[in-house]
């Protein structure tokens, strides 16, 4: 049984069980989804802070960092990740607003016994930037995005260049280009990210060609990373014993360990190439069930393989305990479809933006409450909405240019955690490989409700890209080192890699358990002749059952290992290690994690 909203102009159904009436009395139920749905779609309930959210805090008495350069503002500010996870109210933060400047406060931070760190949106999970055990002391956040966002398009070069400073939004980045006739095959689905803070990880997006399908010239379907032609990095110079800005170009072996470096370096300006625009038509499909789309490999019917194969470009959101995900699929189009709706600017699903008040009970009761039987039916009422909001704001049929249908979430979006791995492959087995984690997922999943347990509370996000290969950049380009989609030389047919992460709240008990379990069984199933798997480095890895990050084998050995597997001496984990290590030898850009990783 349940409650059935119908929109008669696009015949789209959407369905919330009736059993939320029994979690949420003593609402009544009909008006407890008619409000949620309502207020949701029309985008009614904005500006709801998701959970800890914390506000900048003024500078404060304690003594300003000694000889800081004068002329530069230097405060104190709040740092929180994405998450919440993460958070420091009162971290020294400095807004330099040139290049110069940035090289100014790191050479004040070599003499001074300081460490710098770039901050960016903080549109991030893992503690790359700052740990918060560790805490700021003897730290100096530079904020890039204040002054760092200058932009310049060159489009007489073939393919066309843009030249960006690194604290440029990666939605103000894309409008640029967008300008110019320009754009990205695949991009991160947020905005608010800077464009250093997406190379510094590897951002990606969702794209493999379709089925006769060539890359445009100055496109790619790997990461952004793969894109560099030329960065400007702030390194240390041995001759004149202090760090100064040196520029890389894509056929430098050196520029291998910068292209993908994990907040190991600074990195000021990048040059990238850039291809023609293209108009894509983005439909979402919320009645194809899970057993259909996540089948075993050459199932037929309406697989991810057979999504892949026509249009190249897609991306599942599974919630928690539903049978039909909500599945994207995008298709190069120039034309407008009949039935598709013209967007001209990005975030075109308003219903994901906020946050509903009674939504944010629900998770009060789950995650603070102890209420965790209640997870059923939050992840049925996630789903729900998507289906009415689809419906009501005419967005499952959607066309533009690239960038305001690639781009879609906004901050004010649900919080939450995540893990994050990237699965490589051969094309032919990425059917295989989806089918083999659903099925593993849900039998986990399973055995933990049996127990009373609910460690997953939001959805499984599936996506599938190309790897990057150097040659998209150009001659004699330089592989991204440190890259999850960094080629296997020894597995030539491995062409594509699919990004698997589980999403659940802050603070839900057994969750990192449950993601140990799932990292150790993705290493030993995803192996062999058979495939590779690699973390996505902004998200969860490296589980204990306590913690993220915090498994010492993984962090000492596997990990480094998976990234020597099978690649030419000047492409190893170590020699990318003892490049950052030469350019910074100071430690000058480096935290908790990274003397870890990276000692």
Same mark, same amino acid.
């Given at each position: 049984?349940?409650?059935?909203?119908?929109?008669?102009?696009?015949?789209?159904?959407?369905?919330?069980?009736?059993?939320?009436?029994?979690?949420?009395?003593?609402?009544?139920?009909?008006?407890?989804?008619?409000?949620?749905?309502?207020?949701?779609?029309?985008?009614?309930?904005?500006?709801?802070?998701?959970?800890?959210?914390?506000?900048?805090?003024?500078?404060?008495?304690?003594?300003?960092?000694?000889?800081?350069?004068?002329?530069?503002?230097?405060?104190?500010?709040?740092?929180?990740?994405?998450?919440?996870?993460?958070?420091?109210?009162?971290?020294?933060?400095?807004?330099?607003?040139?290049?110069?400047?940035?090289?100014?406060?790191?050479?004040?931070?070599?003499?001074?016994?300081?460490?710098?760190?770039?901050?960016?949106?903080?549109?991030?999970?893992?503690?790359?930037?700052?740990?918060?055990?560790? !805490?700021?002391?003897?730290?100096? /956040?530079?904020?890039?995005?204040? +002054? *760092?966002? %200058? $932009?310049?398009? =060159?489009?007489?070069? #073939?393919?066309?260049?843009?030249?960006?400073?690194?604290?440029?939004?990666?939605?103000?980045?894309?409008?640029?280009?967008?300008?110019?006739?320009?754009?990205?095959?695949?991009?991160?689905?947020?905005?608010?990210?800077?464009?250093?803070?997406?190379?510094?990880?590897?951002?990606?997006?969702?794209?493999?060609?379709?089925?006769?399908?060539?890359?445009?010239? !100055?496109?790619?379907?790997?990461? /952004?990373?793969?894109?560099?032609? +030329? *960065?400007? %990095? $702030?390194?240390? =110079?041995?001759?004149? #014993?202090?760090?100064?800005?040196?520029?890389?170009?894509?056929?430098?072996?050196?520029?291998?360990?910068?292209?993908?470096?994990?907040?190991?370096?600074?990195?000021?300006?990048?040059?990238?190439?850039?291809?023609?625009?293209?108009?894509?038509?983005?439909?979402?499909?919320?009645?194809?069930?899970?057993?259909?789309?996540?089948?075993?490999?050459?199932?037929? !019917?309406?697989?991810?393989?057979?999504?892949?194969?026509?249009?190249?470009?897609?991306? %599942?959101?599974?919630?928690?305990?539903?049978?039909?995900?909500?599945?994207?699929?995008?298709?190069?189009?120039?034309?407008?479809?009949?039935?598709?709706?013209?967007?001209?600017?990005?975030?075109?699903?308003?219903?994901?933006?906020?946050?509903?008040?009674?939504?944010?009970?629900?998770?009060?009761?789950?995650?603070?409450?102890?209420?965790?039987?209640?997870?059923?039916?939050?992840?049925?009422?996630?789903? !729900?909405?998507?289906?009415?909001?689809?419906?009501?704001?005419?967005?499952?049929?959607?066309?533009?240019?690239?960038?305001?249908?690639?781009?879609?979430?906004?901050?004010?979006?649900?919080?939450?955690?995540?893990?994050?791995?990237?699965?490589?492959?051969?094309?032919?087995?990425?059917?295989?490989?989806?089918?083999?984690?659903?099925?593993?997922?849900?039998?986990?999943?399973?055995?933990?409700?049996?127990?009373?347990?609910?460690?997953?509370?939001?959805?499984?996000?599936?996506?599938?890209?190309?790897?990057?290969?150097?040659?998209?950049?150009?001659?004699?380009?330089?592989?991204?080192?440190?890259?999850?989609?960094?080629?296997?030389?020894?597995?030539?047919?491995?062409?594509?890699?699919?990004?698997?992460?589980?999403?659940?709240?802050?603070?839900?008990?057994?969750?990192?358990?449950?993601?140990?379990?799932?990292?150790?069984?993705?290493?030993?199933?995803?192996?062999?002749?058979?495939?590779?798997?690699?973390?996505?480095?902004?998200?969860?890895?490296?589980?204990?059952?306590?913690?993220?990050?915090?498994?010492?084998?993984?962090?000492?050995?596997?990990?480094?290992?998976?990234?020597?597997?099978?690649?030419?001496?000047?492409?190893?984990?170590?020699?990318?290690?003892?490049?950052?290590?030469?350019?910074?030898?100071?430690?000058?850009?480096?935290?908790?994690?990274?003397?870890?990783?990276?000692?």
């Amino acid at each position: 049984m349940g409650t059935e909203i119908f929109f008669p102009s696009t015949g789209i159904r959407a369905n919330v069980t009736h059993s939320l009436q029994d979690v949420l009395t003593p609402a009544p139920r009909r008006k407890f989804i008619a409000d949620i749905v309502r207020l949701s779609v029309a985008g009614v309930v904005t500006g709801w802070t998701p959970v800890y959210q914390i506000a900048a805090h003024a500078q404060g008495a304690a003594p300003v960092p000694a000889n800081f350069p004068a002329g530069i503002p230097l405060y104190k500010q709040a740092f929180q990740n994405w998450s919440g996870e993460i958070a420091i109210a009162d971290v020294w933060t400095a807004s330099p607003d040139t290049p110069a400047a940035v090289v100014t406060i790191v050479n004040w931070a070599r003499a001074n016994g300081y460490r710098i760190r770039p901050r960016g949106y903080m549109h991030n999970w893992s503690p790359l930037t700052i740990d918060r055990t560790s !805490g700021a002391s003897q730290v100096v /956040l530079l904020d890039m995005t204040r +002054s *760092l966002n %200058a $932009v310049t398009v =060159d489009t007489s070069s #073939q393919p066309a260049r843009v030249t960006a400073q690194t604290g440029i939004s990666m939605e103000a980045l894309l409008a640029t280009l967008e300008k110019f006739g320009l754009g990205v095959t695949a991009s991160p689905a947020p905005g608010d990210i800077t464009l250093g803070g997406a190379l510094a990880i590897g951002a990606h997006g969702t794209a493999i060609p379709a089925s006769g399908e060539t890359a445009l010239k !100055g496109h790619t379907y790997g990461s /952004l990373s793969n894109l560099i032609l +030329s *960065l400007t %990095a $702030v390194v240390f =110079d041995a001759q004149k #014993q202090q760090y100064a800005l040196r520029t890389f170009k894509r056929t430098d072996p050196d520029i291998g360990a910068l292209l993908v470096h994990l907040g190991r370096a600074l990195i000021v300006e990048a040059t990238l190439e850039a291809g023609v625009n293209q108009r894509l038509r983005c439909q979402s499909f919320v009645d194809i069930p899970a057993s259909e789309l996540f089948a075993p490999a050459k199932s037929g !019917g309406r697989t991810i393989e057979s999504f892949l194969e026509r249009t190249g470009r897609m991306e %599942a959101i599974w919630f928690p305990f539903t049978s039909c995900p909500w599945l994207k699929v995008w298709t190069v189009q120039s034309r407008k479809p009949l039935f598709s709706r013209e967007v001209t600017k990005p975030y075109n699903y308003s219903f994901s933006d906020s946050i509903p008040q009674p939504l944010a009970e629900l998770i009060k009761r789950i995650v603070i409450g102890g209420e965790r039987h209640l997870t059923p039916a939050f992840g049925q009422l996630q789903m !729900g909405i998507v289906m009415a909001g689809l419906g009501v704001t005419f967005s499952g049929d959607i066309w533009g240019w690239s960038r305001n249908v690639l781009q879609y979430v906004r901050p004010s979006t649900l919080r939450v955690t995540a893990n994050g791995y990237a699965v490589l492959a051969r094309r032919a087995d990425v059917q295989r490989v989806i089918h083999e984690f659903v099925q593993f997922y849900q039998n986990r999943v399973e055995a933990y409700r049996q127990r009373g347990e609910y460690p997953m509370n939001g959805p499984v996000e599936i996506r599938v890209t190309g790897l990057d290969q150097p040659a998209d950049a150009g001659p004699g380009a330089a592989t991204p080192s440190l890259a999850a989609l960094k080629p296997r030389p020894d597995h030539p047919e491995w062409s594509i890699a699919v990004y698997f992460d589980i999403l659940t709240m802050p603070g839900t008990p057994a969750a990192n358990g449950f993601y140990r379990e799932i990292e150790q069984w993705m290493m030993s199933n995803y192996a062999g002749s058979y495939a590779t798997v690699r973390p996505e480095w902004s998200k969860g890895w490296a589980y204990t059952n306590a913690a993220a990050w915090q498994d010492s084998v993984m962090i000492g050995s596997t990990i480094p290992n998976l990234y020597s597997e099978g690649q030419p001496s000047g492409a190893t984990w170590n020699t990318a290690r003892n490049t950052l290590n030469r350019h910074d030898p100071h430690r000058i850009f480096s935290s908790t994690l990274l003397d870890c990783l990276l000692p």
